[in-house]
């Protein structure tokens, strides 16, 4: 289990990382960084902690410009010497707010907070794990979409289907012969309805298919560019979040 420190005191980092280890040995502090751009290059390079502690007042500007540039952040205490961003901390998934100087019984009562809500959350992808496996056996993807061409419908079998993309609020069908079409779906219902073996959501934009992919490029941030058929006009990158999937994907 891995933690953050982002905090511009080097006292109270020390302090604070001290005070984890003696109240949760089992948290190994993989970073203590001390500003919104240390921060923001430290999570582009690196895997994401299991929890960030998080001053909000730092030198160059708030921990929640960090947590803004993240696609997916893990749960967070803050830290900090000053009440009024209680709020919106919160509204960040704050698991708990800690007042400077830090008072060792709340953080540890913070840190029991955090181990039962990483318990129950454990459970529950343990049962969507279980689920998902289950419906892999009898669920029923979809095999064919129908587009108007003009004043008439066409067919496209998934067979025939290289890629969808969002563009100007807009999903677009993107065939192996370089047809576009669009189409009424959004990416995330697309996510639900095509068969993962054959499709994967790359980013927020793109769903490829397998067939598409013809070559593959280590990208800054620990990222990864494709080459598709038929090539799209703009990159289409893999976000360092779904990295690791993707390559277990092409894996199969």
Same mark, same amino acid.
């Given at each position: !289990?891995?933690?953050?420190?982002?905090?511009? %005191?080097?006292?109270?980092?020390?302090?604070?990382?001290?005070?984890?280890?003696?109240?949760?040995?089992?948290?190994?502090?993989?970073?203590?960084?001390?500003?919104?751009?240390?921060? #923001? *290059?430290?999570?582009?390079?690196? /895997?994401?902690?299991?929890?960030? =502690?998080?001053?909000?007042?730092?030198?160059?500007?708030?921990?929640?410009?960090?947590?803004?540039? +993240?696609?997916?952040?893990? /749960?967070?205490?803050?830290?900090?010497? *000053? @009440? %009024? $961003?209680?709020?919106?901390? =919160?509204?960040?998934?704050? +698991?708990?707010?800690?007042?400077?100087?830090?008072?060792? #019984?709340?953080?540890?009562?913070?840190?029991?907070? $955090?181990?039962?809500?990483?318990?129950?959350?454990?459970?529950? +992808?343990?049962?969507?794990?279980?689920?998902?496996?289950?419906?892999?056996?009898? &669920?029923? *993807?979809? &095999?064919?979409?129908?587009?108007?061409?003009? @004043?008439?419908?066409?067919?496209?079998?998934? %067979?025939?289907?290289? $890629? =969808?993309?969002?563009?100007?609020?807009?999903?677009?069908?993107?065939?192996? &012969?370089?047809?576009?079409? /669009?189409?009424?779906?959004?990416?995330?219902?697309?996510?639900?309805?095509?068969?993962?073996?054959?499709?994967?959501?790359?980013?927020?934009?793109? !769903?490829?298919?397998?067939?598409?992919?013809? %070559?593959?490029?280590?990208?800054?941030?620990?990222?990864?560019?494709?080459?598709?058929?038929?090539?799209?006009?703009?990159?289409?990158?893999?976000?360092?979040?779904?990295?690791? @999937?993707?390559? #277990?994907?092409?894996?199969?």
């Amino acid at each position: !289990m891995t933690a953050v420190i982002v905090e511009d %005191e080097n006292i109270a980092s020390r302090r604070l990382a001290s005070l984890i280890e003696e109240l949760a040995p089992e948290i190994r502090i993989a970073g203590q960084l001390t500003s919104v751009q240390n921060g #923001k *290059y430290w999570f582009e390079n690196n /895997p994401l902690p299991d929890l960030i =502690f998080l001053d909000i007042q730092l030198n160059d500007g708030y921990g929640f410009d960090i947590l803004d540039s +993240l696609e997916n952040h893990p /749960p967070v205490i803050f830290t900090t010497a *000053y @009440n %009024e $961003y209680a709020i919106r901390g =919160f509204k960040y998934n704050g +698991l708990d707010y800690l007042l400077k100087p830090i008072d060792k #019984k709340d953080l540890q009562n913070a840190l029991a907070k $955090y181990r039962k809500n990483h318990i129950e959350t454990n459970a529950l +992808l343990n049962d969507d794990k279980l689920e998902r496996i289950k419906n892999l056996f009898g &669920k029923e *993807y979809k &095999k064919r979409f129908i587009v108007k061409v003009g @004043n008439q419908f066409n067919t496209f079998n998934i %067979e025939d289907i290289a $890629y =969808f993309k969002s563009q100007e609020g807009l999903i677009f069908l993107y065939t192996h &012969k370089g047809q576009q079409y /669009p189409i009424e779906y959004s990416i995330d219902q697309l996510e639900d309805i095509l068969d993962p073996v054959q499709f994967f959501r790359i980013n927020r934009k793109f !769903m490829v298919a397998v067939k598409a992919v013809i %070559e593959i490029h280590s990208y800054f941030n620990s990222r990864l560019l494709l080459k598709l058929k038929p090539q799209s006009e703009e990159q289409t990158i893999v976000s360092r979040e779904r990295t690791s @999937n993707f390559k #277990k994907w092409l894996d199969l």
